[in-house]
């Protein structure tokens, strides 16, 4: 069977779709739970918020480096033998970790083990991005994407829940085991049950050269592709302006603008995920409804559900009043920044050559992870200088300015 045959004749929940995705659940239930658990056994054995926030900003340092690489990785080799060393390899580093955990060098170890797991990460989902348009057709793609979405959301509400309640109780060893068990589970599943059509392009260089080569190329498709880049870089400011907001504005504002308690913090941040499950859903149910030419729609109401935060916070309302209203902001704006992401999502691995999939969609994560950091810092400074309905009003109006010019771009094209 040809690359394309097997394009064309793939359906949405083909046998390889459907164990890709039970093998994500897996390898995803088994990260979220890792990045939980180990920064947290440091910082009840330390106490320090400085050592806790150090480990995690280093876990991050090896995604940042490598994403471009695992897209190279992923169009270069057969992705499933990398998928399932990916999980191994960190099945095996979660026992090590157990087995040195009572040593002294706690810090360096859990810096290490998180490094490891972002490294992993940087190389594993560039194999799956890239694999799901070659076994599902092309007009349900958008549908298998807000699918891998949903499933990435659930295990993100899953894996701290389970973590913490398993390490809570019975402390680290068992769930660090569990935790291993997943990511053997998934490396099984994984070997026995996923099939992605493909043969590997010649290399005709040294490792090095063929990364740069690969990696060039992928840029000049894209400038020769404007809506592509456009899109990118409006993912990239969406990050900058709107997710940087919420990451740091959620805390700042429950805690400190409306002096409520953390519990309550931890259910606005459930709504993040809820409204993230409802785009997705939205999109699940409607395979090919959106489409690209909705996008600056959609991010023009995630600037209107962050100008109606500004209106909430601007408003005279008591605290759990102004609460209240944040909560349904919140869950809208989510919902529509979820659909706008596996839209955009869906477009980028739809047009890009099968040969440069996991390249662009490398490439896209790596700017918009670099873009966060920046926005968290300037929002950080912003909300200890000026009132917080302030800061969400020039988020909305940064963010309605980003959807006005990708409007623009793609009428013209």
């Known amino acids: ?11 949405l929940f083909s046998p390889g779709f459907v164990a890709i995705m039970v093998a994500q659940v897996f390898s995803l239930l088994g990260m979220e739970i890792l990045q939980f658990v180990i920064p947290l056994h440091l910082l009840n054995l330390t106490g320090s918020g400085t050592l806790y926030g150090t480990v995690i900003a280093l876990g991050n340092v090896p995604y940042l480096l490598l994403a471009p690489i695992g897209g190279v990785v992923a169009d270069r080799t057969r992705k499933r033998a990398v998928m399932a060393a990916c999980d191994l390899a960190l099945a095996v580093a979660l026992l090590g970790y157990l087995a040195l955990s009572g040593s002294t060098q706690l810090v360096p170890l859990t810096a290490a083990v998180l490094m490891v797991a972002f490294a992993a990460q940087a190389i594993y989902q560039p194999c799956v991005q890239s694999s799901v348009p070659r076994v599902v057709a092309p007009e349900r793609l958008e549908q298998a994407v807000a699918v891998t979405n949903q499933v990435s959301m659930l295990t993100g509400i899953g894996g701290p829940m389970l973590g913490g309640l398993v390490f809570g109780f019975f402390g680290l060893a068992p769930i660090v085991v569990v935790s291993a068990a997943c990511f053997v589970a998934a490396g099984v599943l994984v070997l026995a049950f996923v099939r992605v059509p ?90 090919g409804g959106l489409g690209i030419k909705s996008s600056p729609a959609l991010l023009g109401c995630t600037a209107a559900g962050l100008a109606a935060i500004a209106a909430v916070l601007a408003a005279p309302l008591p605290a759990l009043g102004a609460y209240a209203g944040m909560l349904a902001a919140y869950l809208a704006s989510m919902a529509f920044c979820m659909a706008l992401s596996i839209v955009a999502m869906s477009y980028l ?53 980003v959807a006005a010019w990708l409007s623009r771009s793609i009428r013209e094209r």
């Open 349 to 401: 691995q739809l047009k890009a050559p099968e040969t440069l999939v996991g390249k662009v969609m490398a490439l896209t994560v790596m700017l918009a992870n670099f873009a966060a950091p920046a926005g968290q810092v300037v929002y950080g400074l912003a909300f200890d200088r000026v009132p917080a309905w302030s800061v969400a009003l020039v988020a909305a109006v940064a963010t309605a300015a």
């Open 1 to 11: 069977m040809t690359q394309t045959s097997g394009r064309r004749g793939a359906r």
């Open 198 to 287: 493909y043969e590997p392009p010649e290399r005709t260089a040294g490792p090095l050269a063929t990364v740069r080569n690969d990696l060039a190329e992928a840029l000049r498709f894209l400038r020769s592709r404007p809506v592509m880049w456009r899109i990118i870089i409006a993912a990239t400011l969406v990050n900058l302006f709107g997710s940087s907001f919420f990451n740091v504005g959620s805390s700042y504002i429950v805690t400190e603008t409306l002096g409520l308690s953390n519990q309550l913090l931890g259910v606005l941040q459930g709504t993040l995920a809820v409204g993230g499950l409802v785009g997705g859903a939205v999109v699940a149910l409607r395979p």
